[in-house]
């Protein structure tokens, strides 16, 4: 899977479309997190630590999860000199993590989340600089952020996101299913940014990316957002 074969945005298609209006929505979803700041440091983009995985483990990846639809790399926190990898496809989410294995050799090993054929689906969702964040419902009362297992680093990133895209992500998870593993990341200016992440569980997988377009010092609740929010069935 050459680095020319995963697209900036999306040439795949999930095999169902969800429009952004067509989902049944419960009258006591959550409210938004509080958004932290997020912070810019000079760094490679993502096809440079894309460029730093082996051929034949992006080959493994493409097998496992079909087409690409939506990926990213990036330096790990753990390994400071070596990437990990994203990959959702239409046949599931593969997360690599940088290893050594017994006899000294940098390897890269494989989390994968297989979904439910045809069980992908997605949904447009966008914040105009204008629009006040509200609920699905139009309540003026507030409503608190639900308290799943993330850290407060991964909750201001969410925070970030349009209020939609915020409960598109988390609500499969607001019952008994929790959050196995999760990542985020993002690239860019404070006016100019993109960004990708997701939260896995047992039996869901949600995941989002777009873009952020926000003038100097405004609010980030302000902000312009058009973003993709994915969801499908595991099958385990």
Same mark, same amino acid.
């Given at each position: 899977?050459?680095?020319?074969?995963?697209?900036?945005?999306?040439?795949?298609?999930?095999?169902?479309?969800?429009?952004?209006?067509?989902? *049944?929505?419960?009258?006591?979803?959550?409210?938004?997190?509080?958004?932290?700041?997020?912070?810019?440091?000079?760094?490679? =983009?993502?096809?440079?630590?894309?460029? *730093?995985?082996?051929?034949?483990?992006?080959?493994? @990846?493409?097998?496992?999860?079909?087409?690409?639809?939506?990926?990213?790399? =990036?330096?790990?926190?753990?390994?400071? =000199?070596?990437?990990?990898?994203?990959?959702?496809?239409?046949?599931? @989410?593969?997360?690599?993590?940088?290893?050594?294995?017994?006899?000294?050799?940098?390897?890269?090993?494989?989390?994968?989340?297989?979904?439910?054929?045809?069980?992908?689906?997605?949904?447009?969702?966008?914040?105009?600089?204008?629009?006040?964040?509200?609920?699905?419902?139009?309540?003026?009362?507030?409503?608190?952020?639900?308290?799943?297992?993330?850290?407060?680093?991964?909750?201001?990133? @969410?925070?970030?996101?349009?209020?939609?895209?915020?409960?598109?992500?988390?609500?499969?998870?607001?019952?008994?299913?929790?959050?196995?593993?999760?990542?985020?990341?993002?690239?860019?200016?404070?006016?100019?940014?993109? @960004?990708?992440?997701?939260?896995?569980?047992?039996?869901?997988?949600?995941?989002?990316?777009?873009?952020?377009?926000?003038?100097?010092?405004?609010?980030?609740?302000?902000?312009?957002?058009?973003?993709?929010?994915?969801?499908?069935?595991?099958?385990?």
């Amino acid at each position: 899977m050459a680095p020319d074969n995963l697209p900036e945005q999306s040439r795949g298609r999930p095999a169902a479309q969800r429009p952004a209006g067509g989902v *049944e929505r419960a009258p006591d979803l959550p409210g938004a997190h509080e958004a932290a700041q997020l912070g810019f440091v000079p760094s490679p =983009d993502r096809y440079h630590w894309w460029a *730093e995985i082996h051929a034949d483990v992006k080959t493994h @990846l493409e097998r496992k999860v079909g087409p690409p639809i939506e990926w990213w790399a =990036d330096l790990h926190e753990r390994e400071r =000199d070596r990437p990990y990898a994203v990959v959702l496809g239409p046949n599931g @989410l593969a997360v690599t993590t940088p290893k050594v294995n017994n006899q000294g050799q940098r390897t890269q090993s494989v989390r994968f989340d297989p979904f439910v054929p045809s069980s992908l689906t997605h949904a447009v969702v966008q914040q105009q600089p204008t629009r006040k964040r509200r609920g699905f419902f139009n309540r003026d009362e507030p409503t608190a952020a639900p308290q799943l297992e993330l850290t407060q680093h991964m909750r201001g990133i @969410l925070g970030n996101l349009p209020l939609e895209a915020q409960q598109r992500l988390q609500t499969p998870f607001l019952g008994t299913q929790v959050i196995q593993h999760y990542r985020s990341y993002y690239y860019g200016t404070d006016e100019e940014l993109d @960004l990708w992440c997701y939260l896995a569980g047992d039996q869901t997988v949600t995941f989002a990316s777009g873009h952020r377009t926000m003038p100097n010092g405004a609010d980030p609740q302000q902000a312009s957002w058009r973003l993709t929010c994915y969801q499908a069935d595991v099958t385990r």
